[in-house]
C-alpha cells in the first residue's frame, strides 16, 4: 500500500496500528462510552478516507476521573494485550508513558505514549501520542461513527468509535487555525471547505466556532489575524505536512482559498457548485465514505489515488491502454452494462474522456492544480450524520470476567482495579512445561521436567 499510495512505509503501518488501537478502544467496556473521538486522524479514520494521513489520537472523555495515570495504565495493558491477540502488533505496557498535567484553564489533561512493535518496525519502536482532555466543551451531541480500516484484516463486525459530530470536528480546525496557525490546519480547513456535498450551514458551524472560542478564551479567528502568520505557515508547510500526503499541494492554492472561505462562513455568498457531467440515467455514481470495490488491490489503490487528487484539485497521471495523460478526474461510475468508468477532462484540450476502471494501469497525483469545471463526484456526499447505534457487544477478551467499579466511599482517582488481568502462557522450549502470567515477562520459574529432574529452561515463548 505504501508503494501504491507514494508513502513511507512507516506512515503506513502507522495508520494501519491506529486503525487497531482505535478498535481496541472501541472493544474496551467503558473507554468504549466514555471516550469521544476527535481532530485530524478523527477526520482521516472517520469521516474522509482521501485525507491526509495522521500520527495521534485526540479523544474527549466525559469522565474525568479516567485522566488518572494508573487508571490508564490498566486500560491500555488490557488494550494492548487484546490487540496482540487480534494482530500479533506488539504494544507492551511497559513502553507506555501518560504525563498528567495542568492545562491553562487550570483543570488536569494527558499527554500519552503508546509505542508499538509493527510489521514494518520488526526492531524499531515507533509510538503513538494520545492527547486526553476532559474539560473541552461539547456543543453538539457525539455520534458514533464506523472507522476507515482499509486492510485485509478489518474485523468482520467492522470498527466503529463514538465521534466528534462533523460540524464540532469543523469548528475545533477553524478554532485551531486561529489559535495555534499550523500547516496542518490550514490544509484541514480548507479541504473541508472545498467539500462541496458535505459542507453544513455556516449559521451552525460559526455557532460552534463561536462557543469554541469563548470556551478557550479567545477571538474568533478572521482573515486579517492570519495575515501575519503567512510568511511563517509558507516555511513550514512541506516539513510538517509532506510525509502525511502522497504529494503536497501547492500552498499558495491553500492560502488563496481564505478569503472565500472567511466571506462564506460570515454570511457571504455559497461558492457555487458546477454541474456534475451529464448522466442519462444509465451510470450509478459510486461515492460511498468507504468505497470498496470488487477489484484487485492494485485497482483499489489506483481508485484512492485519484480521489485524494480530485479532492486536494491536483490533476493526476494516468497510464491507459500503454500510453499516459494528464487528467482532471470528475466522477466515478458503474454503467449499465457493470464496467466501472472514470469520467474526466484532457489537461491542455480539456476534451472529455472515460476510461475503464478494468484498463487502467497506474494512477500517479501531480503537484499541478486545477479549477474545476464540473461537479467533483469523487468525495463523499452530503454531511455526515450518523445516529447513536445500540452498545455493540464487546470482545470476549474484555468480558471474560465481570466488570465492575469499586464501591469504596468517595474516591479521588480511578481505581486500578476495574478490569480483569489478561493472561498470558508461556512454554518453556526445554520441557514444554507452561507458565500463566498476567502480563508479558517471558522469564521462567525454577521448575522440573515431566521426569522430576530440574529444567535449564529459563526463557519461555508466548503461546496465548
Same mark, same amino acid.
Given at each position: 500500500?505504501?508503494?501504491?499510495?507514494?508513502?513511507?512505509?512507516?506512515?503506513?503501518?502507522?495508520?494501519?496500528?491506529?486503525?487497531?488501537?482505535?478498535?481496541?478502544?472501541?472493544?474496551?467496556?467503558?473507554?468504549?462510552?466514555?471516550?469521544?473521538?476527535?481532530?485530524?486522524?478523527?477526520?482521516?479514520?472517520?469521516?474522509?478516507?482521501?485525507?491526509?494521513?495522521?500520527?495521534?489520537?485526540?479523544?474527549? +472523555?466525559?469522565?474525568?476521573?479516567?485522566?488518572?495515570?494508573?487508571?490508564?495504565?490498566?486500560?491500555?495493558?488490557?488494550?494492548?494485550?487484546?490487540?496482540?491477540?487480534?494482530?500479533?502488533?506488539?504494544?507492551?505496557?511497559?513502553?507506555?508513558?501518560?504525563?498528567?498535567?495542568?492545562?491553562?484553564?487550570?483543570?488536569?489533561?494527558?499527554?500519552?505514549?503508546?509505542?508499538?512493535?509493527?510489521?514494518?518496525?520488526?526492531?524499531?519502536?515507533?509510538?503513538?501520542?494520545?492527547?486526553?482532555?476532559?474539560?473541552?466543551?461539547?456543543?453538539?451531541?457525539?455520534?458514533?461513527?464506523?472507522?476507515?480500516?482499509?486492510?485485509?484484516?478489518?474485523?468482520?463486525?467492522?470498527?466503529?468509535?463514538?465521534?466528534?459530530?462533523?460540524?464540532?470536528?469543523?469548528?475545533?480546525?477553524?478554532?485551531?487555525?486561529?489559535?495555534?496557525?499550523?500547516?496542518?490546519?490550514?490544509?484541514?480547513?480548507?479541504?473541508?471547505?472545498?467539500?462541496?456535498?458535505?459542507?453544513?450551514?455556516?449559521?451552525?458551524?460559526?455557532?460552534? +466556532?463561536?462557543?469554541?472560542?469563548?470556551?478557550?478564551?479567545?477571538?474568533?479567528?478572521?482573515?486579517?489575524?492570519?495575515?501575519?502568520?503567512?510568511?511563517?505557515?509558507?516555511?513550514?508547510?512541506?516539513?510538517?505536512?509532506?510525509?502525511?500526503?502522497?504529494?503536497?499541494?501547492?500552498?499558495?492554492?491553500?492560502?488563496?482559498?481564505?478569503?472565500?472561505?472567511?466571506?462564506?462562513?460570515?454570511?457571504?455568498?455559497?461558492?457555487?457548485?458546477?454541474?456534475?457531467?451529464?448522466?442519462?440515467?444509465?451510470?450509478?455514481?459510486?461515492?460511498?465514505?468507504?468505497?470498496?470495490?470488487?477489484?484487485?488491490?492494485?485497482?483499489?489503490?489506483?481508485?484512492?489515488?485519484?480521489?485524494?487528487?480530485?479532492?486536494?484539485?491536483?490533476?493526476?497521471?494516468?497510464?491507459?491502454?500503454?500510453?499516459?495523460?494528464?487528467?482532471?478526474?470528475?466522477?466515478?461510475?458503474?454503467?449499465?452494462?457493470?464496467?466501472?468508468?472514470?469520467?474526466?477532462?484532457?489537461?491542455?484540450s480539456g476534451e472529455h474522456r472515460s476510461y475503464r476502471l478494468d484498463r487502467m494501469q497506474g494512477a500517479r497525483v501531480t503537484n499541478q492544480t486545477f479549477v474545476p469545471k464540473y461537479e467533483i463526484e469523487l468525495t463523499p456526499k452530503g454531511p455526515v450524520s450518523v445516529a447513536q447505534s445500540p452498545a455493540r457487544a464487546t470482545s470476549s477478551a474484555f468480558r471474560a470476567?465481570?466488570?465492575?467499579?469499586?464501591?469504596?466511599?468517595?474516591?479521588?482517582?480511578?481505581?486500578?482495579?476495574?478490569?480483569?488481568?489478561?493472561?498470558?502462557?508461556?512454554?518453556?522450549?526445554?520441557?514444554?512445561?507452561?507458565?500463566?502470567?498476567?502480563?508479558?515477562?517471558?522469564?521462567?520459574?525454577?521448575?522440573?521436567?515431566?521426569?522430576?529432574?530440574?529444567?535449564?529452561?529459563?526463557?519461555?515463548?508466548?503461546?496465548?
Amino acid at each position: 500500500m505504501a508503494t501504491q499510495m507514494s508513502l513511507n512505509p512507516h506512515v503506513v503501518e502507522k495508520d494501519y496500528v491506529l486503525g487497531w488501537m482505535l478498535a481496541g478502544i472501541a472493544s474496551h467496556p467503558i473507554l468504549r462510552e466514555t471516550w469521544v473521538f476527535k481532530g485530524g486522524t478523527c477526520l482521516k479514520k472517520c469521516y474522509f478516507e482521501t485525507y491526509r494521513f495522521s500520527e495521534d489520537l485526540d479523544f474527549t +472523555l466525559t469522565d474525568p476521573d479516567q485522566i488518572n495515570e494508573e487508571f490508564l495504565k490498566t486500560a491500555f495493558a488490557e488494550i494492548g494485550a487484546w490487540i496482540y491477540d487480534q494482530t500479533g502488533i506488539e504494544v507492551p505496557a511497559a513502553e507506555q508513558k501518560f504525563d498528567i498535567y495542568k492545562n491553562p484553564r487550570g483543570t488536569i489533561s494527558c499527554e500519552g505514549k503508546i509505542k508499538y512493535r509493527g510489521p514494518v518496525s520488526p526492531r524499531d519502536m515507533p509510538g503513538i501520542k494520545l492527547d486526553l482532555t476532559a474539560d473541552e466543551r461539547l456543543v453538539l451531541p457525539p455520534v458514533r461513527v464506523p472507522v476507515f480500516h482499509p486492510y485485509t484484516d478489518t474485523p468482520e463486525q467492522g470498527i466503529d468509535v463514538l465521534s466528534y459530530a462533523y460540524e464540532e470536528v469543523f469548528g475545533e480546525k477553524i478554532r485551531a487555525l486561529g489559535e495555534r496557525t499550523r500547516p496542518r490546519d490550514l490544509y484541514d480547513v480548507v479541504n473541508l471547505f472545498r467539500n462541496d456535498d458535505a459542507r453544513p450551514s455556516p449559521s451552525v458551524l460559526l455557532d460552534v +466556532l463561536g462557543q469554541k472560542c469563548e470556551f478557550k478564551g479567545i477571538n474568533v479567528p478572521t482573515l486579517a489575524d492570519l495575515e501575519p502568520h503567512r510568511q511563517e505557515l509558507m516555511g513550514l508547510w512541506s516539513s510538517m505536512l509532506k510525509h502525511q500526503l502522497p504529494v503536497l499541494p501547492p500552498y499558495e492554492s491553500f492560502w488563496d482559498e481564505l478569503p472565500n472561505f472567511f466571506g462564506w462562513i460570515n454570511g457571504g455568498a455559497t461558492p457555487a457548485i458546477p454541474v456534475a457531467y451529464a448522466n442519462d440515467g444509465s451510470e450509478t455514481v459510486l461515492r460511498a465514505r468507504n468505497l470498496r470495490l470488487p477489484v484487485s488491490g492494485t485497482a483499489q489503490a489506483m481508485v484512492e489515488i485519484i480521489r485524494f487528487g480530485a479532492a486536494n484539485r491536483l490533476l493526476v497521471e494516468l497510464d491507459y491502454q500503454g500510453s499516459t495523460r494528464r487528467i482532471e478526474p470528475y466522477s466515478l461510475r458503474r454503467t449499465s452494462d457493470g464496467h466501472i468508468i472514470l469520467h474526466a477532462l484532457r489537461e491542455g484540450s480539456g476534451e472529455h474522456r472515460s476510461y475503464r476502471l478494468d484498463r487502467m494501469q497506474g494512477a500517479r497525483v501531480t503537484n499541478q492544480t486545477f479549477v474545476p469545471k464540473y461537479e467533483i463526484e469523487l468525495t463523499p456526499k452530503g454531511p455526515v450524520s450518523v445516529a447513536q447505534s445500540p452498545a455493540r457487544a464487546t470482545s470476549s477478551a474484555f468480558r471474560a470476567q465481570p466488570v465492575t467499579r469499586a464501591r469504596a466511599a468517595p474516591r479521588k482517582k480511578a481505581s486500578s482495579s476495574y478490569f480483569a488481568k489478561p493472561t498470558h502462557t508461556y512454554q518453556c522450549p526445554m520441557c514444554s512445561k507452561k507458565f500463566k502470567r498476567d502480563k508479558y515477562d517471558p522469564k521462567l520459574n525454577s521448575h522440573k521436567n515431566q521426569w522430576g529432574q530440574p529444567c535449564s529452561g529459563r526463557t519461555g515463548f508466548l503461546v496465548s
